[in-house]
């Protein structure tokens, strides 16, 4: 009998399911994996918004976590939102204990501004949950908001990264997917472990439904570290399948419309 790989999304639930745990469960199974899921937060979300939030209590985040853990087990974890200080260092802890690979999140603030983690929490991201991750994957204001390095220029990202580093992930990919047109060469990326250095280029997509691009990389670089990738080979195919996603991202509401997840599956773009 096959068993797919298991991987778990600790993360806040996206009702208009353009990201957060539910970009994380469909990029999952689109990459042949069991996705799992251990929820922080709760938010009310559409293509135009956060319209509001609620935070779990962190005794049911550490007890989601136990009940898969400790019955189910798991070849590869991905943190996104986790809301406040105290989740953050909940998070922290219980990923102390896990031998799978972890990809950190550092989900600052959603694609409309809204912020989905407390400003009081940055410190616990940088001085404990950051250690945890195998591989980190901040977007470009999450890099400037936890180590002031402003990122102009495709250049810069070699700075952001060895800040990032500095805080004990295994290695940083730094997202630069909100570099201005003409500041970069399509939509790149850097992944480096501060010896060994990758960039990750795709073709830049300007439609724009773009809900749900970080969570998406994120999970699918999980999904294939859990398949016994190393971590430049797995960052490459979560590149390629978060390009693919963008190109077919559709309309849905009256905003910014989500990457389509399953893009593979259905045969486009
Ligand atoms: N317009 C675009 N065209 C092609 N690729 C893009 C575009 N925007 C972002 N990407 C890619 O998507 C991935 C996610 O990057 P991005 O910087 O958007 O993350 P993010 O801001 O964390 O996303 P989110 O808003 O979901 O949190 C990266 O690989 C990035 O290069
Ligand atoms: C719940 C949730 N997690 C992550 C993101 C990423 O922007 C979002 N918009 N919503």
Redesign the pocket.
């Known amino acids: 009998m096959h068993t797919p790989p298991r991987v778990l999304t600790v993360a806040g639930s996206d009702s208009g399911g353009g990201?957060g745990i539910q970009a994380d469960l469909k990029t999952m199974l689109a990459l042949g994996t069991h996705g799992m899921s251990v929820v922080t937060a709760v938010t009310a979300q559409n293509s135009l918004g956060v319209q509001g939030a609620w935070e779990l209590p962190a005794e049911a985040v550490r007890a989601q976590f136990r009940s898969v853990v400790d019955d189910i087990g798991v070849d590869a974890v991905k943190t996104g939102m986790l809301s406040s200080a105290v989740l953050v260092e909940t998070v922290a802890e219980l990923l102390a204990g896990v031998r799978a690979p972890v990809v950190v999140d550092p989900?600052g603030v959603?694609?409309h501004g809204d912020a989905l983690l407390a400003p009081t929490a940055l410190d616990a991201v940088r001085g404990a949950l950051l250690a945890t991750a195998t591989v980190a994957t901040p977007?470009l204001d999450e890099v400037a908001q936890l180590t002031g390095v402003r990122v102009e220029e495709e250049a810069d990202m070699r700075r952001a990264a060895a800040a990032i580093l500095e805080f004990g992930p295994r290695w940083a990919l730094i997202?630069?997917?909100?570099l201005a047109a003409g500041h970069a060469e399509g939509?790149?990326?850097l992944l480096t472990d501060g010896t060994e250095e990758h960039w990750l280029r795709?073709?830049?997509?300007?439609n724009r439904h773009?809900h749900?691009?970080?969570?998406t990389?994120a999970s699918a670089l999980a999904a294939r570290l859990a398949k016994g990738d190393t971590v430049p080979q797995a960052a490459a195919a979560a590149?390629e399948y978060?390009?693919g996603a963008?190109a077919a991202g559709f309309r849905l509401g009256a905003g910014i419309g989500p990457v389509d997840h399953g893009w593979r599956r259905r045969g486009t773009p």
């Not at 997202?175 to 909100?178: A, C, L, S, V």
Request: net charge positive.
């Open positions: 990201a989900v959603s694609k977007n997202k630069g997917g909100h939509a790149v990326d795709g073709p830049r997509h300007d773009t749900g691009t970080g969570c990389l590149k978060v390009t963008l």
